[in-house]
Every structure is written in structure tokens, then in C-alpha cells.
DNA sequence: TGGGCCATGTAACCAGTTACATGATTGC
DNA sequence: GCAATCATGTAACTGGTTACATGGCCCA
């Protein structure tokens, strides 16, 4: 059960759900993705267990915001959950499942296919990591071993996530070549 | 929806709800996972829809098994969902959220604990890997590029696997040093 | 006046987990 | 006689998705 502590993580200073859904979008997105309907119940729900606090703001532009706040318990909650130790979610990665079932394909051409479309779309999201971590490199002298305690590990997330990416792509590209190398005969 | 597909790729030879358990856990573990509660009804409502017919048989051991199988219009959905191109499921990755926000701890040592915890633990997952294989390499002389289709695609999906997982290695282990060297300080 | 962004939410649904229930066979 | 493995399932619940509803503000 993840989703309330990385709320529990986010919510060091006030924050709406809405504000929270665009730093999923951005900060958090190569790691965990939620939706903005799932957002404002699971505050709710921090509330009324104690662990956050609501206060209602005017917004400058649009109705009220609900800026949320971690209570002390919150913050206990949150390091109970980092010393449990790495968490993990049973794995489910549809494109592998069916890169195992590739071989229905009468010929390899629509294998081949599927390889190519699967590596220029990992070089897409590869490239978006890039263009974070570069922007981050020209704003930042020390990077990235200067960083505040903040922004360091936030940066090793985008470095996890940057080395994943490329081995997918690696790997895709070895399998294009085996895969070549097989149509031919 | 991947997993009904999934059953349909499974299915090409009579196969009970326990044997594609087992073929779960052994097989696919490295990218996909599924409980056996999820399966018995998955697997009725494949036949339920035409794509999978169903076979009572005695077992060996114990009670009657009932095989499936999938019809041609089960292949065809297969077929369908190979070509619809590369699915993803949003990423969730507990473990990159928990060290997103490492910098509570108030010192350094329980991150560092932390990534160690998670450098042995992915460790292990690579040797389970690696250990089928090697298994694989010993059996098969031909091995990698001359496989039939059945494996070679299986093969694919391992060496992702385990390039992904060599890859996370890679990053706790600089992660560990840059960490390190922070805590000197 | 119409689209995009700001901002909140609910309800129905679907996928997956956990807990429970049943019972045969095999080997110690 | 008991535990492990073989074999099938159901029910209650949780986590997440999709669709829908509301309305203000700003800019072209």
C-alpha cells in the first residue's frame, strides 16, 4: 500500500490534490503514476485517520484549492514505511508478455515490427528522462554530487530510471539483430 | 487486459488452472505474476466468451483435473492483442518511491542500510535468473541462436530480464559510493 | 463564445489479493 | 496419522480506472 505514503512524502509543506497530480506528472512519473480521482479520496482518507491536515484556500485563478498538510503521525507513518525496508509490486509487463507469445506470428517480419515500434517508443520516454536531468545539469554547477539531500535523491531516481531505460533499448536492439539474422535463413 | 491473453497464449495444448500456475511461477515469474484464485475464474470466462474450451480428465494424483484449451477464435483475440503494438501498465514502483524520499531519515546510515538491503535483494533475483540460463545453455548446444521459435522468444524475455536487473545493480552500486561519500562529509 | 486550465469530487466498474473451504493421493 | 502436493473453487475486500458532473477564470 504505497499511494498514501508517497502522499505522506509529498505533503511536507501544504499542497492540493490538484498540485499533487502535476508533480506525479512530472517529478514523480517515471516511477509511479495515479490519477487525479484517486487523488482526492486517498487525501480524505490521510484526514481522517489523523495522519494530514485541510485548510481552504481561495485560489488566485478557479474555485477553492484544499492545500493538505502532514501531521507529526503522518511523518512517523511515512519513516515506519521507509524502514520496512524496499518495497515491491508483483510484476506485470504486458509488452514482455507478449514479445513470450511472439512466436504465433506466422512470419518474423510482424515480430520485427513489434521490436521496432517497442524500441523507438522506450527511446521516446528515454529521452524525456534526458531532457530532466539535462535541464537540471545546466541550473545546477555541483551536479550532481552538490545536490541537496532533496534534489540528490530525487536524482537517483531519474538515474534508476535513466539505466532501465537503456538497457531496454540495448536489449531491443540485440533482438532486432538475432531476430534479422533469423528471417534471413 | 492482459492477462486473458496471456491464458490464450498458454492454452495452445490442454493445460489445467494449476499447471499454468505453475508455468506462472516458473516461466513467466521474471514479467508476469498471478495468484491461482485469479485464474480459476479468468479461465471460465474464456469459455464463457468461446475463446477456451474446457475437458474433465482424471488426475494421477488427486482430484479431476479440467484442461483447457483455446479455440480458433481464442488465437484469433491472441493474435489481436500481439498486434495492437506494445502494451504498457502505469508504473508503480514502490521501492524508487520509498528512495525518492531517503533524505527524512535524519542521517544517512539508514539509506545507506537501505539501498544495501536492496542491492542484496535484487542480487538474488539476478542469480534466480541467471541460474535458468545457465541451466538452458547446458541442454542446448545451439543456444542461443539456434533455438526453435518457442524458445528463442522465451530467451528474449529472460535476457531482458536480466539486463534490467544488472542494470539496477549497477545503479545501487554507484548509488552506495555516491551516498557514502556524501556521509563523510 | 469557446477552449484550455484551475479545482473539486462521485459512482460504477474492473483487476487483483486474501482468506477460506473442500477433498484426494503420496510418502514419511 | 500427518504433512506435502495435487486440484478446484468462492467471497469479501482493496486498489485503481473510467466516466461523469460541476463550475470559475483567462485569453483569443
Known sequence: MSLPHILLGLTATPTSGYELKQKFDTTLRHFWFAELSQLYPALKKLVKEGLAEVETMPSEKGPDKKLYLRTAAGREELLKWLSTGPGTAPL????LAQVFFLNEHQSHE???KFMEDLLTRIKGTCQTLQAIEDGWKDEDGG???QLNDDDF???LTLDAGLRVNKAYIEWCETSLERLKARAEK
Chains 1, 2 share one sequence.
Not at 506485470?92 to 509488452?95: A, G, I, M, T, V
Open 92 to 95: 506485470r509487463h504486458p509488452y
Open 110 to 112: 510482424q515480430a520485427i
Open 143 to 145: 551536479y550532481p554530487n
Open 153 to 155: 535523491f530525487t536524482q
